[in-house]
Every structure is written in structure tokens, then in C-alpha cells.
DNA sequence: TTGAAAGCGGTACCAG
DNA sequence: CTGGTACCGCTTTCAA
């Protein structure tokens, strides 16, 4: 517990000055301090491990290297922290550590939660949401360089803010386009629910793809029916349980759950999966869909990614050499909302339907 | 982007002294300040938008209302960041936040981790473990008060610290006598695998309630079949496709993944949960076990309360009123480790076995 | 009741 | 090349 030492020790043991000893840590010594001082000034530190008070630091430098994190409930929510996740990454990658607060999906706590993170003199924000939508960005976000993931601002904003979200749109036409590929001309869109914008460009990126290839969409066949096993369940009981003829050949998911769920109900039919039935999720959820029997084809959602851009955005703005900004596509109308593409992760779920 | 207010500011507009001030923002004005000057600097504070750096009170208070969390995967991870959350919410409560950095499973990272905690002089540290194992406790860590969540040390240490895990050999006990309530005699349990203790002390557990109730374990439904719906449903197929009477009428997995499994195999076999089949997971995974078709019956890992506690001990050591330190039962040969426990969730994949 | 001053630890400027 | 000094913003003590 012993009181951690501070410059003007070493400075003392090394029979130095506190400059000395600053100019050493900062590597601004050559030329300033004499090798024989440097040298004792190393050994002094080693031997009283000294390491210098960033809190002082900060103060001095009125730049604290934290990002001030804002989260709805994303480091509670299952894979939302792997955007977190990226974004620390790069981040400490940078000598920047993140200081995060979580709102646990109260709205009235965000001010407070920014003007705490702020008093500490963040040098930038970020807001991170676990569900994409569209926020009210908080006061403050403008006093220091800052920007969003997996969500993006509701009203046009004075004071634009970059924005990273996934490309659904793109992302679900490419699933609909494997199956297409794959000879499916039956495709059913049992997407999740209004909750967010996802689902409708999801739905979106499901027609373009169909009319592209010049396919009916049976509008019976076009549902919202929620995110989990049990709604994906209860959906694919109703369009799987009819007649060989009136079946869809193939199944697009909200998301892995409700394709899990999916696949529960098929098998219980005795349908098989991808001879019978192909299934396609959307997220990539880990240990989900990658361990799904069978294996799940999926839309994998950019999270790592969209962290990492979100803080290089904020660190480069800050001066730090953090990287190219890529060119992404940006949201038709919110030219500051940037696009991150979805890859398709093709596994065991999808085949070409059953002659 | 106008530079903050300070203190200096606030006075100069109240016409008050910087110490006036400060004491206004303390509570410890009364009695030293006139109501009016106070009404005055409220009313300045109000205008200027000021509030206190807390970076500058951190240095002079030598005390910086930050708790340091380290952690191997936590953030990551999916359900684990429930313990983080559990941290934070009760850090929060005590006008504390955590400043967080995540190792990647990079057990070199540690010690640099810990030392740029340290160097932002955190109150106290947390070390988070995304899952249950015994850990060398970092250097660094008996420097301030510090705790241990989901995890606790390898070797008994000089300087005993405080660790939270859940009580495994319990919470499997009771899943287990939970089936032998409903009638059930031939229970497998399929466990997950070696790479946690908690495997073992599940097995444990499950040796214990069947012995208690003098059932005969039968050596070849022990199995360790890993963690994954893969693995479950690999090993639900051996167990369970063979005659009628050569089958198991419950099975115990080692945690909701890898039941999910089992529930998908049994259900391709042509089983039905729960009426041919009693089926029992771990962790009460957020989605996964309350979602599942059947909802498992299942036992809840006591994610909140872990961090929840850690943070407790590490505030109460600080001097908070942080509340009562619950009296938990304590690990055999450590008595620094308590343990909480794991609480039954029965749902609808166990019911009383087929007659 | 008020205000001036010291000091937390570090950095940077400037005279020696 | 070296060491003394002012300042970052806040709190606390002490003298007026």
C-alpha cells in the first residue's frame, strides 16, 4: 500500500531535477539531458517503479486519453459488446482507454451519464446502442469529438455527426440473392418486428433482390413475427404445416434466433434442413449460428467493425494517426451516416431445393 | 466547443472566492458562506453550465472515484457481461465508475493492464473472468482494494482477496433433485468439459443428490461432452437413439447451448419434451433458455450478484456504506472465496417421466 | 464570513 | 545541459 512514487522522487534519487526526470519519461531527453542522467534517472524509476500519474497528467495536458462510452445495454446484451469490443481495441491501440456508462435503456439518464463522462474531460464520445435505431444525440456530444454505432441521429442535425451502422439493405438482398442462386424461387421473409429500422430495409433488401430476378413475392408469405427461437418457432409451424405444394422452399429469418426456432419446427415436421427446407439467419450470432445443427447460413452484422470505425472516426479527429477512414456508402438523405457492409456467411442450412 | 467554466469563473460572475465555490458545490457551505453569495454562485453555476473537473479533484483528493475492471473476454462475451453490468450498476449507485480494459485472453496483458489502471490511480480493482476458472492473481491488485468476480486464485496468496463464484456443486444438486422429485430415476448427465472447475463441481453435485436419494449412477451416461449445441446434439444422438428401455428419461446438460442441442436431437428422434423427455441446462441464458421450444428448466448463474458483490466488497473497503456483505457460504480449504447461489428456473422441458 | 495561498503530480519554459 | 518556477482546477487551511 506503500504511496506510489512520483517524479520528484526519482528525481532525488537519481540526483536530478523533476524536469530531467519528465523529459526521460517523454523522450524528449536528447540533447536536453545528459546520457549519465538519463541513465541514473532509469535506474531510479526501475527501482522505485515509478510510472508517471496520468491523472496529473491529464490535468496538465487538459487531455485525459479516455473515451467516454455511452451505451443504452449493449455491454449487458449478448453479442452488442463485440462492438464495444472494437472500438476498445483500436482504441487502446491508440493509448486510449474507454470509461463507459451504461444507460440500462433509460432515456433520462443519458444527460447525466454524458456530463459525468465529460467532467472527467473525455477527450471524445461515443454512443453505442445494442438494438439499431435512430437516437436523440445528447447534449454535449457536440463539445468534444464524437460519434455513433449501430444507431444514428433521428432529426438532421446542425452539427453533423458521423454515424456507423450496418448495411442492411445490401445485406439481406445478398441473402435473398444466394438462394436465388441456388435455384429457390419459394422464398418466404419471416422478418422480426418494427422495434427498428432493420427490419423494414431487410424486407427491402429481400424484394429488390427478388424483382432483380424477375420473382413474384407472395405477400402472404412477407411476415413480422419477432426475434426469438419461439416466435421463429410458432411462424414456421404456420408456413411450414401445409400441404408439399404450398410450401415454401426456403426461409429467411429476423435473425439467428428466430431461425433457430425455425429449424426447430421443421425438424419436428420431419422436414430436413437444407434437403427439405433451407433456412437463412441474419447476425452471425456466435455460438449460434456457427454451431447450429445445421451449421446456420447467415448475414453476419459488421459489430467489431462498426466499434473500430466509430473510434477511429472519433481518434483521427482527435489527430491521432489512427488510420484510414475507408470510403463507405452512405444512407440516402444522412450523407454523415456511413454504411458497413455485411458479409454472407454460407454454411449447412441453405442447399438448392429438392427436385 | 467553448472551453469549460471553472471555479474561477463561477466566482468572478457571483462575485464570491474560488473557496466559496467550492464549498457551495460541497455542502459545506453552511455556516461559512452567506445565503446570498450562495444564491449568487448557484445562480453563476447555473448560467456558466459549471460543473466541478473531476479530473482536478481526482488529483488533489488523491481519490478518484474510478474502479479499474479487468477482465479476460467479459465484454465480449455474450451473457458474461451481466457481471460488468452488475458492477457498474451498484458502482454507479456510489457516484463510481469503472474505467475497464479487456485482455483478449492474452494472459501477458494482465500486468500492463493493471498498470495503466493503476496509473489513472483507481480506488480499487475488479478482475472479471468470462468463465468460472482460478487465476494468478495479477500484480498490482494488492496495491488498493480489489475483488475477484467469476473467478479466484490458483494459489492460496499471502494477502487474501476477496473472490465471488457461483456455487456449482449446489445449483447442480438441486437440478438434479429436481428431476429425482418429479420421479425421475435414469437421469445422464452429460456434462460440458475440463476446462472449467465448474464441470466438475456440476458432476459433484450430481453424484451428490443422486446418492442422497439412493439412485445408482451409471457410469457410461457420465459423459463430458463439451459446451455447444453441436456437441449436445452429438451426444443426445448416442445417448438416446437406442431401444426404449436403454434410454435415459432425463438428461442434464452442462449448460442452455448444449441442451438446445439435446432438445433438437430428441426432437429429430421423434421424442417429445417433456412428455418422453426431461431435459436440464445451466446458466439460464439470456434468449436461449427462456426463449427454447420448450422453455428449459434450467439454473441461473448468478452473473449480477457476482459483480454485484465483488464492487460491495471493494466499496465497502473504501468506506462506503455500500450495504450488508451477505454471509455466503465459503469454498472448502479458501475461505476467501464465497459462493452464491445458483437458483433453479423450472419451465417446461422436465416434467414427471412417461408411466 | 471572506479571500489568499499552498499543494496534489507533471510538463514546459526560461534563466543560469 | 541543468534546475527553478509557473500553471492545469480544485480543496482546505488559515489569517484577516
Not at 455491454?75 to 482504441?91: C, E, K, P, Q, R
Not at 440473392?177 to 429481400?206: C, D, K, M, V
Not at 404456420?238 to 426461409?251: T, Y
Request: aromatic share 6%; hydrophobic share 45%; glycine share 8%.
Amino acid at each position: 500500500m506503500a504511496r506510489k512514487a512520483t517524479a520528484l522522487d526519482v528525481a532525488r534519487l537519481a540526483r536530478a531535477s523533476r524536469s530531467a526526470v519528465s523529459m526521460v519519461f517523454n523522450g524528449r531527453a536528447d540533447g536536453s539531458v545528459s546520457k549519465e542522467a538519463q541513465e541514473r534517472i532509469w535506474e531510479a524509476a526501475r527501482q522505485l517503479e515509478y510510472s508517471p500519474n496520468q491523472i496529473a497528467r491529464s490535468l496538465r495536458d487538459q487531455r485525459s486519453h479516455v473515451i467516454g462510452l455511452v451505451s443504452n445495454a449493449a455491454v449487458t446484451s449478448a453479442f452488442d459488446g463485440a462492438i464495444i469490443a472494437g472500438a476498445n481495441a483500436l482504441a487502446e491501440r491508440f493509448g486510449f482507454l474507454t470509461l463507459s456508462t451504461d444507460t440500462e435503456n433509460d432515456e433520462h439518464r443519458t444527460v447525466g451519464a454524458v456530463r459525468t463522462l465529460l467532467d472527467r474531460t473525455v477527450d471524445g464520445l461515443l454512443y453505442v446502442l445494442s438494438g439499431l435505431n435512430s437516437i436523440a444525440v445528447p447534449q454535449g456530444f457536440h463539445t468534444v469529438p464524437s460519434a455513433l454505432a449501430h444507431c444514428f441521429p433521428a432529426h438532421p442535425t446542425d452539427q453533423p455527426i458521423p454515424a456507423f451502422i450496418p448495411d442492411e439493405v445490401r445485406g439481406s438482398a445478398t441473402a435473398t440473392r444466394h438462394l436465388i442462386e441456388l435455384g429457390h424461387t419459394r422464398i418466404a421473409f419471416l422478418g422480426g418486428s418494427f422495434t427498428t429500422p432493420a427490419a423494414s430495409w431487410r424486407e427491402q433488401g429481400f424484394r429488390q433482390a427478388m424483382a432483380s430476378a424477375g420473382l413474384p413475392v407472395r405477400e402472404d408469405w412477407v411476415q413480422y413475427i419477432g426475434w426469438n427461437i419461439t416466435t421463429g418457432h410458432a411462424a414456421a409451424m404456420r408456413v411450414l404445416d401445409v400441404a408439399d405444394a404450398d410450401r415454401p422452399s426456403a426461409l429467411i429469418a429476423g435473425n439467428d434466433r428466430a431461425a433457430a426456432g425455425m429449424v426447430l419446427a421443421a425438424v419436428s415436421l420431419g422436414l430436413r434442413i437444407p434437403d427439405d427446407l433451407s433456412i437463412v439467419g441474419y447476425d452471425d450470432e456466435f455460438g449460434i449460428a456457427d454451431q447450429m445443427v445445421p451449421a446456420l447460413t447467415t448475414v453476419a452484422l459488421p459489430q467489431l467493425r462498426m466499434g473500430e470505425e466509430a473510434m477511429r472516426s472519433v481518434l483521427l479527429r482527435l489527430g491521432l494517426d489512427a488510420g484510414e477512414a475507408p470510403d463507405l456508402p452512405r444512407l440516402d438523405g444522412a450523407p454523415e451516416v456511413r454504411m458497413i457492409p455485411c458479409a454472407l456467411r454460407a454454411r449447412d442450412s441453405t442447399a438448392p431445393p429438392a427436385a
